[in-house]
């Protein structure tokens, strides 16, 4: 692993043609010494948004089987044959610590620009959000020699140092927000977060947090179950309300200018046809009977969840396995999550690009937070039963918001009454489950299928829901722990990156990550 320099440059709000090209070699760049960090932060966080929203939720959605192949594609990919390789993925790895790399290159300017005290807090929250995704999906990887130039060959630290690092860089990031230097930049149209907003800051700080904490529910290791017990303990009970949500001016004019999630799995380039990506895309079978009603392992049979349909489309879901090819089309990803709802041709197109990028939905936290509570973390700022179902009310309110459009959305889905026919049903309802993380969990899991199935994947490694089932063909006793490094690591940093072998990556063992031993 080799550091790299990256050009970050000012991306937001004005004419930029190519504001998502940051990614040139920094070193032969005449002005990369004298950027201040304002001209950085945007390029860097829409980078990070990017790869989340398009590399691991691809990633996450089709490890939690939320998404399947449809008819007419076939794929030796991974995640349906299970024959995971140094070539598998790893984009995740290469690439996050590219992004990463963004946010540390801010940082590394504090010494001598510090009046960017607020800049600096959100670029130690975003690196420590990559070096989490790196630690979670790897384990030991290189943290303390990974970002100075003059290594080429980082080491590999213990992931179980690393975590409690990670976490005071979140401190570190909370207090130059309370005490920044005494002649501070404010943040100005950088921000493409929250547009200045430095509560809001602080509490996607603690929302961050509380996500890391949870990551630890599993693990055996006394320390880090003791920072975790401490950490608690003076986690402020002060968390996201909202969706966490980027846009630097997203726009039509060129491809790489579209939301992320459209330029994927929305329109081609050429606006004539969809994308190969959602043509592709199938509605997974585990996915699809939760929502239509059907049981599945650890669900049982209810109702019709109201929201499927802007989950999948078509006028009734249809499914498949995954590892099994149908013969006929099946749904595809919804209209409402690639965004092209619209009065006509140009307002869909429209209403797609230049749509808002989510980092974090507001149901995530209300579901982290009811976690949190049952299991006796923390107290919080309400019941286990009343968070959850505050972050089923926080899903529907986001299906139900169609303000990125020039329609209006319905009809409107209602919270209350699906809570209350929900409530018999084992598995997703509050009184019919007896193991309540059970139903927080595949809550969420609807919650955040298509948006954010990274997290969908390491919730189901580390307690076990949902109960997903294997591809259909695969002989393995389970999904992977983790990833094999990349081969680029065997090759540049062969002397220090652990040998990791298919077998071990389905068993517990030393070279599992610690959040799972």
Not at 87 to 108: E, H, P, R, V
Not at 308 to 316: H, L, P, Q, V
Request: aromatic share 12%.
């Amino acid at each position: 692993m080799k550091k790299v320099f990256l050009i970050l440059t000012s991306v937001v709000l004005f004419s930029c043609d190519n504001f998502m090209g940051v990614n040139e070699d920094q070193s032969n760049y005449p002005y990369a010494d004298v950027l201040a960090p304002n001209n950085m932060l945007a390029g860097a966080i829409n980078n990070y948004t990017t790869q989340q929203v398009i590399s691991f939720n691809n990633f996450g959605n089709e490890m939690s089987y939320v998404w399947a192949l449809n008819n007419g594609f076939t794929s030796s990919a991974e995640y349906i044959t299970y024959d995971y390789t140094s070539s598998s993925n790893k984009g995740l790895f290469n690439t996050t610590y590219l992004y990463a790399d963004n946010f540390q290159d801010i940082l590394d300017k504090q010494a001598d620009k510090p009046q960017y005290s607020y800049h600096y807090a959100i670029a130690k929250l975003f690196k420590v959000m990559c070096m989490d995704q790196i630690v979670t999906l790897y384990g030991d990887v290189p943290y303390s020699e990974a970002f100075n130039s003059d290594i080429k060959r980082p080491k590999y630290d213990d992931d179980a140092a690393i975590i409690p690092q990670l976490l005071t860089e979140l401190d570190e990031a909370r207090d130059l927000i309370a005490n920044p230097d005494s002649h501070v930049v404010e943040l100005g149209v950088e921000d493409i977060v929250f547009h200045g907003d430095l509560a809001k800051w602080e509490q996607f700080i603690n929302t961050i947090e509380l996500r890391m904490l949870l990551r630890l529910s599993k693990t055996t290791d006394s320390d880090l179950v003791a920072l975790r017990t401490s950490r608690f303990g003076n986690l402020a009970d002060n968390f996201i309300t909202y969706n966490v949500t980027n846009n630097p001016g997203y726009g039509f004019a060129t491809l790489g200018q579209r939301n992320p999630i459209f330029r994927t799995w929305g329109m081609n380039a050429a606006n004539d046809d969809f994308s190969s990506s959602y043509y592709a895309n199938a509605a997974g079978s585990y996915c699809a009977k939760m929502l239509l009603g059907q049981p599945v392992a650890g669900v049982a049979a209810g109702s019709a969840d109201p929201r499927r349909f802007r989950i999948f489309n078509g006028t009734t879901i249809t499914f498949t396995n995954q590892g099994t090819t149908p013969t006929v089309d099946v749904s595809r990803v919804a209209t409402f999550f690639h965004g092209r709802i619209g009065s006509s041709t140009d307002n869909k197109n429209k209403a797609a690009s230049e749509r808002d990028a989510y980092i974090m939905l507001a149901a995530e936290s209300y579901f982290l937070q009811a976690e949190a509570v049952q299991r006796g973390y923390m107290t919080g700022s309400g019941t286990a039963q009343s968070l959850f179902n505050q972050g089923i009310q926080a899903s529907f309110a986001f299906y139900n918001d169609y303000s990125f459009t020039d329609v209006v959305g319905g009809p409107t889905l209602n919270a209350a009454a699906y809570i209350a026919a929900v409530d018999s049903r084992a598995g997703l309802g509050w009184t019919a489950t007896g193991d309540k993380i059970n139903c927080i969990i595949n809550q969420k899991y609807l919650a955040l299928a298509n948006w954010n199935g990274f997290e969908l994947y390491i919730d189901h490694l580390r307690t076990g829901y949902p109960n997903l089932p294997l591809p259909d063909g695969v002989t393995r006793p389970n999904r992977p722990n983790r990833m094999i490094y990349p081969s680029s690591e065997y090759s540049t940093n062969s002397s220090n990156v652990p040998n990791v072998t298919l077998d071990e990556i389905f068993t517990v063992n030393s070279k599992t990550p610690v959040y799972l031993q």
